[in-house]
């Protein structure tokens, strides 16, 4: 069994973007900043045009945007920031506008939809944030039917690689082995990561 892991805060810009100009900025900033990370991780996933796909953790709504020309059905975002709610649907004005894009405010821990709806969940740069990893996997896994995956893909795979961010926006940031350990325990049946060959980058693709 993996050992227990501290829960995250929930109270830093980083962790949770508010209304603020420093906010907002921070949102577009990510949208820009986290773009190379989304293609690495979505080249490991290969979505399918059926898929519906959900993206947790959506920020500005730049991964959004990416899978929505990956798919040609339903896409939705989930933060627990209004703020980053509200800059997703309008960096995805079109998709929202037509009913294929669903955005809403909610936690990885209480997802607002039926089981084994979504054919495959992202979520990229979050973890550090969820309150308890294990739960968020757990809940994933649920709306998700076998088969379906999720894909994790985070700048930093271990805490010595965020350097003083790690204490500074107390992050949590469990290695690859410890999260295909959660992963395994809430259900998933195969667990496969990865590391980028010249960046500190972490790449987990889990099949349910």
């Not at 709306?143 to 271990?158: D, F, K, Q, S, W």
Request: a positive charge; hydrophobic letters at 45%.
């Amino acid at each position: 069994m993996s050992p227990a892991l501290p829960k995250a805060p929930a109270h830093s810009q980083f962790s949770r973007p508010s209304s603020s100009l420093i906010g907002r900025l921070l949102l577009t900033a990510m949208n820009q900043g986290h773009q190379p990370l989304h293609a690495w991780g979505l080249k490991r996933l290969v979505l399918r045009p059926s898929d519906r796909v959900l993206d947790v953790g959506c920020g500005g709504g730049a991964a959004i945007k990416r899978i929505l020309r990956e798919t040609r059905r339903e896409v939705a975002g989930v933060d627990h920031s209004p703020a980053a709610v509200d800059t997703a649907l309008r960096a995805n004005r079109a998709a929202a506008a037509s009913g294929r894009l669903r955005v809403v405010e909610a936690s990885v821990e209480d997802l607002p939809f039926r089981d084994g709806f979504f054919d495959a969940v992202t979520a990229f740069e979050t973890t550090y944030f969820w309150p308890d990893i294990a739960a968020g996997m757990a809940e994933i896994r649920r709306v998700l039917p076998p088969g379906g995956r999720l894909l994790i893909a985070n700048e930093y795979a271990t805490r010595s690689d965020a350097g003083h961010w790690a204490d500074r926006l107390e992050m949590t940031i469990p290695d690859g082995d410890h999260l295909a350990g959660m992963a395994r325990q809430v259900g998933f049946s195969q667990v496969d990561w990865d590391h980028h060959p010249r960046r500190s980058w972490l790449r987990l693709v889990a099949i349910a």
